[in-house]
């Protein structure tokens, strides 16, 4: 008998026996509004830390811990308020078995069904005509989370083991900058996360609507600002205007020279550190299932730099781009307001990829940023500077895990998945690398429509549940080779 | 005897007399918080009307009258929230007298002790030391309209009549855009202003500290928005960096072409319409008393565009400016937010000065940023427009109402007063100029320093007193001629 006959067929049937009980563990998660950038909710991350507690337990789990990561810093309403817990658990431990770490967060994004939700946010709407599940959290982040418990009980059910030896690690601080995190992961990966062979991290979505994906690299981000004051007050327009030179116009004289209307980055030398796409790496880009229109659809803008899928998916995975986001310290209300601004800063990033060295583009960044301002002769005062950076990621989508993940999910939807890069980071992905050397994997189960962040979030009940055979078929190819 | 020995000389004596009686005066009008901007202070705004309405009756004015104007129009927060009344009122009505018709207001900016003040905002804080006044409202604009009711008592403790026919219209919405003013005065022009020769507006300020003005120009604004914008949302710059037209970027690429570094404004047509400076008018700058150093003084800023007097001058009275005072819809607040803004809306204005011609600025301006918006090639929107304007003014200062003050001023001070224009402007001397058909001075009270909307406003009380002579001396020698 073939190794998916005798495993995963039998896998797959208890998960869809499931299904009710699965969707009803999904429910109690959504039910707990544990948004972690609401202060006052905190007490509700908390509940959903020990609503995994519990149901770990009930599961067999061994070695659950509710790590303690202390006071959260400022800014914060509440000096004294506590971060949730990462909960930490094991299911196995033996020695001849590989070991597979699996993250999650089980904290969610605000909601209120006044920002226009169908539904209430924080009750599981089961769509049973569309067979849809509705609910903060469904796709981002408690219906992963769920489907690796999932994945437990359905082997607790046959009577099995697993086939290899899982840790999880399950943050509640994601939506709010993981803070917490790098830290225990960096503390743990000699301890806890010892025996750890790879990575399996499911916060991420589809590409588009119909095709599995698999996920292999990230783009960086490096954000600047650029501050330019003089050592005045605000200043009247009557007054002053045409006498005084305004930082304002500086700023916007400098930011118009960092990037023109068709996205070309104007700062020298970056473009020249980019790796150059092979040919074998370009005709990746032919069979990704991904359209002009599902851009369209997704942005809502018609404004697209490109007319076809291949330039679209270059400049969103492996070309940088540069955005320019706001201005903080000038008029941004409604109406006329004739104040000139004493000191503006202005904001922008710059999305990185292979093989741009950051320290390099910093240097490149801030030296053309100083020689432009010079230019205009001011008498303003100039600074710019890095505010914040998280590199680019990308691993070798030919890996064993990889290899193992896309095996199980051609078995579960008959279908080769795409390899898919991002244009955003997901910083704990490279934590992860880095702090247990071992290599990362990207194992999406939403779709690209999901609405993660949005009104009306979801998660196609077949998405949920395949998703749940695709995270348990994973496991079985990985533990195998 | 000699017109000054006969008149001016008991009056002055009579006013230095009165001195404690007239602070007091200020100090019980400096007492009443009628801030004009905050709602909840509005009974005590109308407290202010009802404190002049007594005062004028007293000093024995007829006819006074406080004007309802109705309900505020919104944004307010509470809808029923009436206009505080427009003071009127007439002292003496002989037909053979000219009529002169005083404007003040009796409003005031917000103030709290706990923004910095070294004394209770609202407790007027005579230093008799350095002998000022300290207290919000003291120069802007309750000194000057108790300078009018001053000049009253003083000819009443003479036991003289008024020079001339005294008409007082007192607003209590000034600092809050003057709400029902235009709308007041054009219905009363051939009502209660029916017999009105001149109009004196005591509510601005000397150039500097030590010399007295008379102001006879205004700089009018032209405040347009840039709205750029794409038919989505805001979107992630991770996933759309390099993929959509950004309208931040577009902005900032045709607002970095609206004005250059050096104050030049670029948009063309607009210099070609300013009116040439004669050499006759050019002189007129030479003597006026004010340095390089005064404006690094008043703005705390080092970044002048000029290193002369009579640059720094042309170009705050009699040439054009344009500000960019911020954007409204982009990120604006501390930190790095990733977010590329859907819709962004560009601030700016144009200073308005002879002969430029309102519409066809309007027309310049708007065409020119479409087609620099054109010249970008965005697929993204541009709406530009103008959101509010107001006229310059400028009028003869060698006219009657000049000619008396500046004697009047000269007489008080024994120097003769620089004429100064400013480059702000003041709406409501083209309104009674426009209505009233008659010419319209701007007679000033205060020091340039006295600090009228910040912390600390204060009025010397030499000015005070000086300020009173110079309103009663005014009044003689315009009646006079």
Not at 85 to 99: C, H, N, Y
Not at 284 to 291: A, E, G, R, S
Not at 342 to 352: E, P
Not at 372 to 384: D, H, I, P, R, T
Request: with cysteine; charged share 25%.
């Amino acid at each position: 008998m073939s190794f998916e006959k005798l495993y995963l067929e039998p896998l797959f049937a208890k998960i869809e026996e499931l299904k009710p009980q699965f969707i009803n563990r999904l429910a109690r998660a959504v039910a707990i509004p544990s948004v972690s950038s609401d202060e006052s909710l905190r007490p509700r991350v908390v509940d959903m830390a020990k609503f995994l507690y519990s149901e770990l337990t009930t599961l067999g789990f061994k070695d659950i811990q509710l790590k303690d990561l202390g006071n959260q810093p400022s800014p914060v309403a509440d000096e004294n308020i506590s971060l949730p817990p990462i909960v930490l658990a094991r299911f196995g431990g033996d020695p001849a078995k590989k070991t597979v770490l699996v993250y999650g967060h089980y904290d969610v994004q605000p909601a209120l069904k006044e920002d226009g939700w169908s539904t209430e946010p924080f009750k599981l709407h089961h769509d049973e005509a569309a067979e849809i599940l509705y609910g903060r959290g469904t796709t981002d982040d408690k219906g992963p989370v769920m489907g690796w418990l999932n994945v437990v009980e359905a082997h607790n059910a046959l009577g099995w083991e697993l086939p290899i030896n899982l840790v999880c690690c399950f943050e509640g601080m994601e939506e709010s900058g993981s803070l917490g995190l790098d830290r225990l992961v960096a503390k743990e990966a000699q301890r806890y996360f010892k025996s750890v062979d790879t990575v399996c991290i499911s916060d991420n979505y589809w590409l588009g609507t119909t095709k599995p994906v698999l996920t292999y690299g990230l783009r960086g981000c490096n954000y600047y600002q650029i501050v330019i004051s003089h050592s005045g007050a605000d200043l009247h327009s009557g007054i002053y205007g045409g006498v005084i030179a305004e930082p304002m116009v500086d700023l916007v004289q400098v930011m118009s020279k960092l990037v023109d209307s068709k996205g070309n980055i104007l700062i020298p030398g970056v473009n020249e550190m980019v790796a150059p796409v092979t040919e074998k790496k370009d005709a990746l880009y032919d069979n990704i299932d991904f359209t002009v229109d599902d851009l369209h659809a997704a942005s809502g803008s018609n404004a697209s730099f490109h007319d076809n899928k291949k330039d679209i998916l270059k400049h969103r995975w492996r070309l940088p781009s540069l955005s320019i986001h706001g201005v903080q310290g000038a008029f941004y209300g409604p109406g006329a307001k004739t104040v000139i601004p004493a000191k503006v800063i202005g904001k922008f990033s710059i999305r990185t990829v292979p093989d741009i060295d950051s320290a390099k583009l910093d240097k490149l960044v801030i030296e053309y940023v100083q020689k432009v301002f010079a230019e205009l002769g001011s008498k303003n005062q100039l600074n710019a500077e890095l505010i914040h950076d998280g590199a680019y990621w990308v691993t070798d989508p030919f890996n064993e895990s990889f290899t193992a993940a896309s095996k199980a999910t051609e078995h579960v939807w008959n279908v080769k998945p795409d390899f898919t890069r991002e244009g955003g980071s997901i910083p704990i992905t490279l934590t992860f690398e880095k702090e247990l050397k071992t290599q990362v994997l990207l194992l999406p189960m939403g779709r690209g429509d999901d609405g993660a962040h949005s009104i009306n979030e979801k998660l196609n009940v077949s998405n949920y549940i395949n998703g749940c055979k695709t995270l348990g078929g994973y496991l079985h190819y990985y533990g195998k080779q």
